[in-house]
């Protein structure tokens, strides 16, 4: 008995809960998790009740509706309710239609997603796709937003950068969310920190200086740099979804509302095309070739 609670020290809502917020870095680890929450609530602790909040009701939906139990264990049906609950948290005021807003949302948001893995297949991923659908709803309802002057600091940009994948702007929270990475998979952090690194670097070549020291070209390219590293790809493809999620990003800008993950969630669309386009035309020579 000793030993199986310490293996497995928490129970099955907990683990879920935590592997939840560690899939919001496409990681399932219940101790990266737990340093994601940590970052939450040591960094922004007015956020991290809509967190788990969010997170809670993407699971509760998923039990309710019978969605498979492995995938509610991994945290698939948490970690877009982590983030809609953290974006809901962050830009509307406080009323006591907000926890059922982020209730609501949050089990919307595993809905959606059960759906994407239905019906997405290997091209259309969801990755953080419902919490780019829902948190441009939100956004649209909130004031615009004003961007705090912070000072030009290239060691505290890379950790906003990581940092603002949870919409955290202290590089403490970074801090904590990279030791988290580095717990569950170090190859895989060590390339969201490239990642975060190149889109700083990227956009200050391009003038963008004080969004850079914000973190805001940070957290698409680590994000892409965490989809395509986390199985030890060539690291040419992982460079090249890092490229593409940069390139994206000022597409988006140019909504009326901030692009969020939009730039990684279609860069990542992007290299499945062209991986399956690939495929596709490998299998095609081949067969000419035995004809």
């Known amino acids: 008995m000793y030993t199986k609670n310490f293996v497995n020290p928490c129970p099955d809502w907990a683990t879920a809960l935590l592997n939840g917020f560690s899939q919001v870095l496409l990681l399932r680890s219940p101790l990266c998790g737990l340093c994601c929450l940590l970052a ?4 922004a602790p007015a956020l991290v009740g809509g967190a788990l909040l969010g997170a809670l009701a993407g699971l509760l939906t998923a039990q309710r509706r019978g969605y498979d ?6 945290g698939l049906y948490c970690y877009n309710g982590v983030l809609i609950g953290i ?5 509307l005021p406080w ?3 907000l926890p059922p807003l982020i209730i609501a949302a949050g089990g919307l948001s595993s809905m959606l997603t059960h759906q994407w893995r239905k019906r997405g297949g290997k091209l259309l991923v969801a990755y953080t796709a419902p919490f780019v659908l829902l948190g441009w709803a939100a956004l649209m309802m909130a004031e615009p937003a004003t961007t705090a002057y912070v000072e030009a600091d290239p060691l505290y940009a890379l950790l906003r950068g990581v940092g603002q994948i949870f919409l955290l702007d202290k590089p403490m929270a970074g801090l904590l969310i990279v030791i988290g990475m580095y717990f569950a998979n170090p190859y895989a952090a060590t390339w969201a920190v490239i990642g975060s ?3 700083g670097a990227v956009a200050l070549l391009a003038g963008e200086g004080q969004a850079v020291w914000m973190g805001l070209y940070g957290f698409n390219g680590a994000l892409a740099a965490l989809a395509f590293s986390r199985q030890g790809e060539r690291p040419w ?30 860069a990542c669309w992007l ?21």
């Open 87 to 91: 974006l809901i948290s962050a830009v």
């Open 271 to 291: 290299m499945h095309l062209g991986n399956y386009l690939a495929r596709r035309g490998h299998r095609h020579d081949s067969a000419e070739l035995r004809s």
């Open 95 to 97: 009323s006591a239609i």
């Open 40 to 43: 939450i609530l040591l960094t």
């Open 69 to 74: 139990r492995a995938d509610r264990q991994a």
């Open 237 to 266: 493809v992982t460079l090249l979804a890092i490229a593409l999620a940069l390139l994206l990003q000022p597409l988006f800008n140019l909504l009326s509302v901030a692009g969020l993950t939009a730039p990684f969630v279609v």
């Open 197 to 199: 690194m190149l889109g």
